[in-house]
């Protein structure tokens, strides 16, 4: 913002006429999207305005971005073009009343457009922060750890959230889904309770959430990478907390990633719990596009038929071809979800917390969209139901029985083919794909049996 407001500012001096805040934020722009060719990514390369993901990749990848640039500019350059026609007037100093009313009211837009912009900066300086755990006076439990961290991964720093009533307690490892998503505010509007048996552990995987600044190069993301920052995440932990195991619980995607990290390192993890368990994504989506086409069909929606057709079935090429396929599915197989703790906005909901600074809450739609791009693809060939037949740990699998029929079926044909020390399938009434959130007390309860079923003989 402040480069923006100097370079506005040159140009207007230099240009000395009002010109210079169309001309300077215009050349600008047109520099930044010639900078841009040949780079890929839903947020960076073509502007497509005909899809609501294509609208929030322009939004996120270049609408803030001239908010923050592009608007000091404009008001740098008319400063600047003030500055410089005040110079070459300096002899004037009567004007008629049109004149006076129209400096009157340039004055006053330049100084609302100050405040405006003072107030954006205070807002996007704020620091992300994460409140203590208290007892009941408000005190700080001695013991207990609630921070915000960076760990060293490869090289890359990727972000923690750590909570938890005792570092003596067992160590969680959450792992979220995506691939993109990041659920910090989901865990600390409705997991409150899984802190005070557990040190919970929310990792924002590489590119997402509060680990954003380490997407590029995209080229670089792959899932064996996704899978060995998982495990050495663990092992930071493991070291950490002095722990020899600790517990897993993935959803959707983090269920791919957890399924995959525990079958390479099955000496790390004390269990395994997947929720809104993934078993092959390929298989999935294209059940999830033909329920989405038949009930299109059933609608009389004739512009999703044709998109859909025209598409054809998962996998695609292009990410934005599964805004059609799979951003239905609330509409496709309706619940009730008052009940729930979570609602119909699911993570939408949950952006809206003081673990996130506000470009990290704008980050987090964007990397919905680039690093799903980036890992998507490399899902397709997974299918647990022939690949990960066998772990060595115990496994538990937590539910929604309204979860959509393209994720249910595949994940109850996995489970009674799965060998495990022990496992055990549990169904939550009022959910869908997001139990732990959606029903919080009984997804404690459930993690509350896991540890008194697999917790180390003291």
Not at 118 to 145: C, E, K
Not at 232 to 246: G, M, P, Q, S
Not at 300 to 308: I, Q
Not at 381 to 408: N, S, W
């Amino acid at each position: 913002m402040g480069l923006g407001l100097l370079a506005g500012c040159v140009a207007g001096l230099l240009l000395r006429t009002r010109w210079a805040m169309v001309v300077a934020p215009l050349t600008f722009a047109i520099a930044f999207e010639l900078a841009r060719l040949g780079v890929s990514g839903p947020t960076v390369d073509g502007i497509h305005l005909t899809s609501t993901y294509g609208i929030m990749a322009f939004a996120v990848g270049r609408g803030v971005h001239a908010l923050l640039a592009l608007l000091p500019m404009v008001l740098g350059a008319a400063l600047g073009a003030a500055l410089s026609r005040r110079q070459l007037s300096t002899g004037r100093r009567s004007r008629g009343f049109l004149r006076a009313l129209g400096l009157w009211l340039r004055r006053s837009v330049a100084v609302g457009t100050g405040l405006v912009l003072v107030a954006l900066a205070a807002f996007i300086a704020r620091p992300a922060t994460t409140d203590p755990i208290v007892d009941a006076n408000g005190h700080t439990i001695a013991g207990s750890i609630a921070e915000l961290t960076l760990v060293d991964v490869g090289g890359r720093d990727l972000a923690l959230m750590i909570r938890g009533r005792s570092t003596q307690n067992p160590v969680l490892l959450f792992l979220a889904g995506g691939p993109g998503g990041s659920e910090l505010g989901a865990m600390r509007r409705h997991s409150q309770a899984l802190e005070d048996d557990f040190v919970v552990v929310t990792f924002d995987q590489r590119g997402t959430g509060k680990s954003y600044a380490q997407l590029d190069p995209t080229d670089t993301m792959t899932l064996d990478g996704a899978v060995a920052d998982a495990v050495a995440v663990t092992n930071y932990l493991r070291d950490r907390f002095d722990k020899e195991k600790i517990y897993i619980v993935g959803q959707s995607w983090g269920t791919t990633l957890g399924v995959l990290a525990v079958q390479q390192h099955p000496e790390l993890y004390r269990a395994y719990v997947g929720v809104g368990q993934m078993v092959s994504q390929a298989a999935t989506d294209k059940i999830i596009y033909e329920d989405t086409l038949a009930w299109a069909r059933e609608e009389g929606d004739t512009d999703l038929v044709d998109t859909l057709e025209a598409n054809g079935p998962p996998p695609y090429t292009d990410v934005l071809h599964y805004e059609a396929a799979l951003s239905h599915l609330m509409e496709v197989h309706p619940y009730d979800h008052s009940a729930n703790s979570e609602g119909s906005g699911e993570m939408s909901e949950n952006l809206l917390v003081e673990e996130y600074t506000l470009l990290e809450q704008v980050h987090i739609l964007g990397a919905t969209l680039d690093v799903f791009e980036a890992l998507y693809p490399q899902l397709q060939d997974i299918d647990f139901r022939t690949q990960a037949t066998r772990l060595e740990v115990p496994v538990y699998l937590a539910q929604g029985r309204h979860e959509a029929p393209g994720r249910q079926v595949l994940a109850e044909e996995w489970f009674k083919q799965l060998r495990a020390p022990s496992k055990d399938l549990t169904y939550f009434d009022t959910s869908g794909h997001r139990p732990l959130w959606q029903q919080p007390t009984e997804f404690h309860d459930l993690m509350a049996a896991v540890l008194a079923d697999t917790a180390p003989i003291r």
